[in-house]
């Protein structure tokens, strides 16, 4: 079984940085994607970024070139590091693994909230 364990969130000011962790526990087996999605009140839950066991990232285009996605496998922890945060980055934050070895299995963290103050 996979624990997610999230940290790093919080209240900052626009313009300010965040940078989210997501702690791992068990086994992760590869191949396998970690994301992190965001959910504001009142809206569905949304994909922020994505990467892959092999490396690849992609990311939502309202975080192009602010957000980075990357993990520590050493440490089995994700990270999203958030620059020039806007007040419409407002949302619980969630950690996301999905194990594609059949049977694929998907794993999500508690959630966190950021708040963007203007």
């Known amino acids: 079984q996979v624990r997610l364990v999230e940290s790093g969130g919080g209240l900052v000011q626009a313009g300010g940085s965040l940078r989210l962790s997501c702690a791992a526990s068990?086994?992760?087996?590869?191949?396998?994607?970690m994301a992190w999605y965001r959910q504001a009140p009142g809206k569905q839950r949304e994909l922020v970024a994505i990467?892959?066991?092999?490396?690849?990232?992609n990311y939502a285009d309202f975080v192009k070139g602010r957000f980075t996605i990357s993990n520590d496998n050493a440490k089995s922890t994700l990270y999203l590091q958030m620059n020039s945060l806007k007040p419409e980055d407002t949302a619980v934050y969630y950690c996301n693994v999905v194990t594609l070895r059949v049977p694929a299995r998907t794993y999500w963290g508690q959630g966190m909230q950021v708040t963007v103050a203007s």
């Open positions: 068990g086994s992760i087996f590869s191949p396998n994607t």
């Open positions: 990467i892959t066991s092999g490396g690849m990232t």
